[in-house]
């Protein structure tokens, strides 16, 4: 056994994990606000990636405004979203909402096919391109930046949602959302406030996935991946979400390495089949407990 | 106007049409389906064998998911199973298409039992993700088992009954329509049995059911396994229809597709079923149509798979927030107005 290239192929994973983590937080975050499992997360990813390529390459703005603008585009989309589709919806069986979300996956792909074409087109290169070493094992730049990205933004959205008032609103509403409206907390603000910040946090990773592995308008499969390592992690868990994305990331690493690429979801699957017959609420989500 | 429905005896209570006028209509809808096939064009033959499959299908996944409350994103996985089973049946043992389209049925519903083990344990959406892993666990071995042909996947011959082979639309729809019709009813009256009624018991509460006395394993495994042979006999129609399998044929975009097919047409309605495979597989068609007569359609073409996708995803959206009872439900409203006609209901 090479464990050189063993630590290459985990610490590519791990780095590539931290952006399923990134992704995995946008997810949890919709999910433990309002209970809505986010299926079309992967396309949401895509919009924020399609937008930064609109205002980049296409209007020639530069990065530090391209950026900011793609994301509070996603943002914005998000808010339109919560509001016409998800708040008609409060109340009903989760079901019904997780089909919203289906469909706003594919109406969203049909969007892209329809304005950007679905041939698959480069972002331009914001990331430093020197190799970077750890040791005696080489990252790729931008899998290296994008981990970077992704820590830097999952250290400050932990950070804000503790100490800010609309993270503490928050936090309040997925413990207990009657308590929460009793004290005083606008609770369907609160709704709008999750999506808008997991659309935003979406459209980061977009943009960091698009500009490793170029957009296109099949990139909400990355979606599959994210759905992946939030059931492992547990629906409802931060730190789910967190522990699961590397876990994915690494397996899915080990797997391409050692298997070969088309093993790499078959892997995750399996992973998952196991970790749902041991644990049926994942590693760390809440065991709830029913009552009739 | 109709006034009520009086009941005297439990039979007629639990009848599967409880009125003359719906057994009137039934009987002209059946005289037009047998009538369609000498009217109709090639195109719309096609069609409709397209429809039946379909129909039959999402009846099986209304068994699951509309009846029993389990959410299946694996549909399209066991019609895969079925379509499989049929074509190596008939390439390496050459038997006759009612043993394979059995055969097809009981392997997918092996599979469907595999499937649904962890159904106890894992609930709502977690199960329905988990599908998504059996789904893909199942595309994986289409791929790569060597019996299924690889990528490539399968050809076969077309069936043959009585010595004449079923190689075009109306030939085929001889054979995909009186069984889909079979499956139909054979749905239809299972929920007039114990185990019907058990699911819906299940689909309602499940624990109460358990309470009951209904032992939820057996239970859930049988609704996975019923539903799993409905897409099985589908899919190996499909087979035969089609004639061409490979592992790209049963996508998790088809898995969707029969999911939204049930949220359109009504869950937990056998009509509901069948008016939703009917509508969701003749959009995209009609779209085509009113593309072709748009001025200058040859530019627009390119917009037709974008717009069919949007269409696809508004239709989902459009009746889960304005219609959640679906297609079912606007049929009944519609049938009220008449029976209650010239009162307003």
């Known amino acids: ?292 | 106007m109709r006034i009520g429905t009086l009941k005297e005896t439990y039979t007629a209570d639990a009848a599967l049409f409880d009125s003359q006028t719906q057994k009137a209509w039934l009987a002209v809808a059946a005289a037009l389906l047998v009538l369609f096939p000498f009217m109709a064009s090639d195109y719309w033959l096609y069609l409709a064998c397209l429809v039946a499959i379909n129909v039959a299908s999402a009846t099986g996944l209304n068994i699951l998911t509309g009846y029993t409350g389990l959410v299946s994103l694996g549909q399209a996985a066991f019609m895969g199973l079925g379509a499989y089973t049929v074509a190596i049946m008939q390439t390496h043992w050459d038997t006759p298409f009612w043993l394979n389209l059995l055969a097809a049925g009981g392997v997918a519903m092996l599979g469907g039992i595999v499937v649904g083990i962890p159904s106890l344990r894992v609930k709502g959406l977690y199960l329905a993700i988990a599908t998504i892993a059996a789904s893909f666990i199942a595309h994986f071995l289409f791929a790569n088992l060597a019996i299924t042909g690889g990528t490539g996947g399968l050809s076969m011959r077309p069936a043959s009954l009585f010595g004449v082979a079923l190689d075009t639309s109306f030939r085929l729809y001889w054979l995909i329509v009186p069984v889909t019709v079979l499956m139909l009813l054979g749905a239809a009256n299972l929920f007039r049995t114990r185990i019907g009624r058990a699911f819906i018991a299940i689909r309602d509460r499940d624990i109460s059911a358990e309470v009951l006395g209904i032992p939820l394993l057996r239970y859930k495994l049988l609704s996975f396994g019923l539903s799993s042979f409905y897409a099985g006999v589908a899919g190996g129609l499909w087979a035969y229809f089609f004639r061409v399998v490979t592992p790209e044929s049963f996508p998790l975009l088809m898995s969707i597709f029969f999911l939204a097919a049930i949220i359109v047409g009504g869950m937990g309605s056998i009509l509901g079923g069948i008016l939703g495979a009917v509508f969701m597989t003749m959009v995209p068609e009609l779209l085509k149509l009113v593309f072709d007569l748009l001025p200058n359609s040859a530019e627009l073409v390119v917009f037709l798979s974008p717009v069919r996708t949007i269409v696809f995803g508004l239709l989902i959206i459009g009746f889960l927030v304005f219609e959640p009872h679906g297609l079912a439900e606007m049929w009944r409203r519609i049938r009220r107005f008449f029976h209650l006609w010239p009162f307003r209901n």
């Open chain 1, 1 to 292: 056994m090479d464990w050189a290239f063993l630590f290459e192929i985990s610490l590519t994973g791990i780095a590539s994990g931290g952006l399923y983590a990134l992704a995995a937080l946008a997810f949890v975050m919709v999910y433990k606000a309002t209970r809505v499992v986010n299926i079309a997360i992967g396309e949401l990813l895509m919009v924020g990636a399609y937008l930064f390529f609109t205002f980049s390459a296409m209007f020639a703005l530069p990065l530090w405004l391209a950026i900011p603008a793609a994301v509070l585009g996603t943002g914005l989309l998000g808010a339109l979203i919560e509001r016409t589709m998800i708040r008609p919806l409060l109340g009903e069986p989760p079901i019904s909402v997780f089909m919203v979300t289906v469909g706003l996956g594919s109406v969203l792909v049909g969007l892209v096919e329809m304005i950007w074409t679905a041939d698959q087109r480069r972002l331009p290169d914001f990331m430093p391109s020197q190799p970077i070493m750890v040791g005696e094992a080489f990252l790729a730049p931008k899998v290296f930046w994008g981990a970077v990205i992704a820590v830097v933004f999952i250290a400050a959205v932990l950070l804000v949602f503790r100490f800010w008032r609309g993270g503490v609103a928050l936090r309040a509403t997925a413990s207990d959302q009657a308590a929460a409206y009793s004290v005083g907390i606008n609770v369907p603000r609160v709704f709008s406030l999750a999506w808008v910040v997991s659309a935003m946090l979406a459209a980061v990773s977009g943009i960091v996935v698009g500009s490793i592995g170029g957009i296109s308008s099949s990139m909400g499969v990355f979606g599959l991946s994210v759905l992946v390592v939030v059931i492992v992690g547990g629906l409802d868990s931060v730190l789910g979400a967190l522990v699961g994305g590397l876990f994915i990331g690494l397996v899915e690493a080990l797997a391409g390495a050692y298997l070969g690429g088309e093993y790499k979801l078959l892997a995750t699957f399996i992973v998952l089949v196991a970790i749902l017959m041991v644990r049926p609420y994942g590693l760390f989500g809440t065991h709830e407990i029913e009552r009739l």
